[in-house]
Every structure is written in structure tokens, then in C-alpha cells.
């Protein structure tokens, strides 16, 4: 699940993990599909990643790393 609020994203994905993390990034690398052409491409996120049991919930800004 992605939202869009502003220029932030919020995600909720599924992981095989059961571990607890609470991640502040600036470089981690993601990777993104253009809804429009379906290509996929390795961009940049910058925000908080919290690592749940098989649960990994996103709130970041997504960047090419030309920015």
C-alpha cells in the first residue's frame, strides 16, 4: 500500500522477518515503478523506516540521485 502526501510517501509492505528496527535514512536505495510505462528503476529514500514483525512501514521522500 503507498500513499502520496505532498512530496512524502507513506508504505506498508509485508517482510520475512520478525525482528523490531527503527531506521532514519538518507540514502537508502528503493525501487520505484512508473505507473505510466511500467519500468522499474533504483532511486534513493530519505525518512523513517520501522521494521515490524513481517510488517516494514515507510514515511519518506523518494530521490534520483542526480538531485
Same mark, same amino acid.
Given at each position: 500500500?503507498?500513499?502520496?502526501?505532498?512530496?512524502?510517501?507513506?508504505? %506498508?509492505? %509485508?517482510?520475512?522477518?520478525?525482528?523490531?528496527?527503527?531506521?532514519?535514512?538518507?540514502?537508502?536505495?528503493?525501487?520505484?515503478?512508473n505507473?505510466?510505462?511500467?519500468?522499474? %528503476?533504483?532511486?534513493?529514500?530519505?525518512?523513517?523506516?520501522?521494521?515490524?514483525?513481517?510488517?516494514?512501514?515507510?514515511?519518506?521522500? %523518494?530521490?534520483?540521485?542526480?538531485?
Amino acid at each position: 500500500m503507498t500513499k502520496q502526501f505532498g512530496s512524502n510517501f507513506f508504505t %506498508i509492505n %509485508i517482510r520475512n522477518g520478525v525482528g523490531f528496527d527503527l531506521e532514519f535514512t538518507d540514502s537508502r536505495a528503493v525501487w520505484v515503478e512508473n505507473s505510466f510505462t511500467e519500468e522499474v %528503476i533504483a532511486m534513493l529514500f530519505e525518512g523513517v523506516v520501522l521494521l515490524l514483525p513481517f510488517v516494514v512501514v515507510t514515511f519518506g521522500k %523518494i530521490y534520483s540521485g542526480e538531485d
